[in-house]
Structures are given as structure tokens and as C-alpha cells.
């Protein structure tokens, strides 16, 4: 069965650098999003992105954060200037067409700050 | 505004046992998407149940079952039987339709941790 992949599994930065984190969707799934969980605690919207731009983004998602799609598959997530409240567990999610469709999550990265 | 609340953040049981969780739900909306997500000890999100605002039938599905309430937002989820391989934290997450522009939002509740001692 196809799955939504994310790597890296675990990335540690210095406060202040810039990470990446990327992820493949299922083919044709036409809407992606970011949560995030931090640890312990509830998992959090961050980003709906569909038709290439972003639909809906939350309080978390400021101005560090970024997100794009630039060769039609990879969906990569990019924080610019890393904050130590940052580390947490980022999840990829993707979905079909139906609004009411699940969404199929990745593993997960998980991002330490230090 | 939506928001889910899982009163329970752990719950113990020894295997066999059935185990009820609990979920509270909150939306303005009337057309709404209700799920179940399990996530285990190696930190991925598995989908397991979904169920529809205007439908109340409730079902089962292997050891799974729900019970779905709109006269008091509750969409509660048993597992029959309880199996080590059961333990892991499940989240209920909500989505609602009018917010078609953004896909399908979830908003999590906080989780309940089971833990199923052989």
C-alpha cells in the first residue's frame, strides 16, 4: 500500500539555523498539510495547502515558517530560523479529493533544537 | 470553533478486557467529520475509523466499535477484547465541512494513552 514518506526521521539543529523537512505524498492526493506534536502534548495544525498555495495556516505558522511544492511531489516544510520551542515531531499529511477522506500521515521527523 | 476534549489521559487494562474511550466534541457546524486516530509507541499516525455527522448508526469493525451521540457530542470508541499490541495513544479529531477551502483541518483532542498488561 502506498505511503506518505518524510525524511529525515530525526534531524537535530543549532538554535537559529535553518532546517528543511520534506515529505512525498501519495500520488493524487491533492491536499497536503503540517501538524506537529510536541512531546507528550496534542497534535497541532499548522498548514493546508492545496492548488499550490496555502489554504489555511494557524497561529504557530509565522513568518519563520514556509512551506512549498516545487517539482510536483515533494512537499517540504522549512523553518528559517530555528527556535528551541520548535523541537517537536512534525507529521505530513496528505488526502484525496473527498473533503471527508481520511488523511494519510508519514512517519513523522522529528526536529530537536538545541 | 471547534475543539475536542478526551477527558481520559490514561487508561490501564489488562488483556481481554474491553476499553472504552472517551471523546467530547464541540462545532458550530452541522455537517461534520468525526475520526479516530491511533498513534503507537514508534510515533506514527494510523487512521482508524471515521464516521459522518448525519449518520448515527453505529458499528462495529473487528474489535473496534463507536458509538456515536450528536444529542451529547460524544463519539466514543471501544476496543473488544484488548491485545498488548493495542497499547498506544488514540487521539478523536473533528473536521468540519464548511472549511472545504482548507481541505480537511483536523483538530485533535489530547489523547488517551492505553496501556494493555498481558
Known amino acids: 500500500e502506498p505511503e506518505v514518506t518524510q525524511t529525515p526521521s530525526h534531524q537535530v539543529t543549532q538554535m537559529g539555523q535553518e532546517v528543511i523537512l520534506r515529505c512525498v505524498p501519495i500520488?493524487?492526493?491533492?491536499?497536503f498539510y503540517w501538524y506537529r506534536q510536541i512531546l507528550g502534548q496534542k497534535v497541532e495544525f499548522l498548514v493546508s495547502?492545496?492548488?499550490?498555495?496555502?489554504?489555511?495556516k494557524s497561529e504557530i505558522f509565522d513568518d519563520q515558517f514556509s512551506v512549498e511544492r516545487p517539482d510536483g511531489s515533494n512537499f517540504t516544510l522549512k523553518i528559517r530560523s530555528t527556535k528551541l520551542e520548535d523541537s517537536a515531531m512534525y507529521f505530513c499529511?496528505?488526502?484525496?479529493?473527498?473533503?471527508?477522506?481520511?488523511?494519510?500521515f508519514g512517519n513523522g521527523t522529528r526536529l530537536t533544537v538545541t | 470553533a471547534q475543539k475536542v476534549t478526551q477527558a481520559q489521559t490514561e487508561i490501564s487494562v489488562v488483556e481481554k478486557e474491553d476499553v472504552t474511550l472517551d471523546c467530547v466534541y464541540e462545532?458550530?457546524?452541522?455537517?461534520?467529520?468525526l475520526f479516530w486516530y491511533k498513534q503507537p509507541p514508534s510515533g506514527e499516525l494510523v487512521f482508524l475509523i471515521r464516521r459522518n455527522s448525519f449518520d448515527e448508526q453505529n458499528e462495529i469493525s473487528g474489535r473496534y466499535s463507536w458509538n456515536f451521540q450528536k444529542s451529547t457530542s460524544s463519539f466514543n470508541f471501544t476496543i473488544t477484547a484488548s491485545q498488548v499490541v493495542d497499547s498506544a495513544v488514540y487521539f478523536c479529531a473533528l473536521s468540519e465541512a464548511s472549511n472545504k477551502a482548507a481541505g480537511n483541518k483536523l483538530t485533535f483532542g489530547g489523547g488517551t494513552r492505553v496501556l494493555v498488561k498481558p
Open positions: 499529511a496528505g488526502q484525496w479529493s473527498s473533503y471527508n477522506s481520511p488523511l494519510h
Open positions: 462545532t458550530r457546524d452541522t455537517t461534520y467529520y
Open positions: 500520488s493524487n492526493h491533492l491536499y
Open positions: 495547502f492545496y492548488n499550490n498555495e496555502i489554504s489555511e
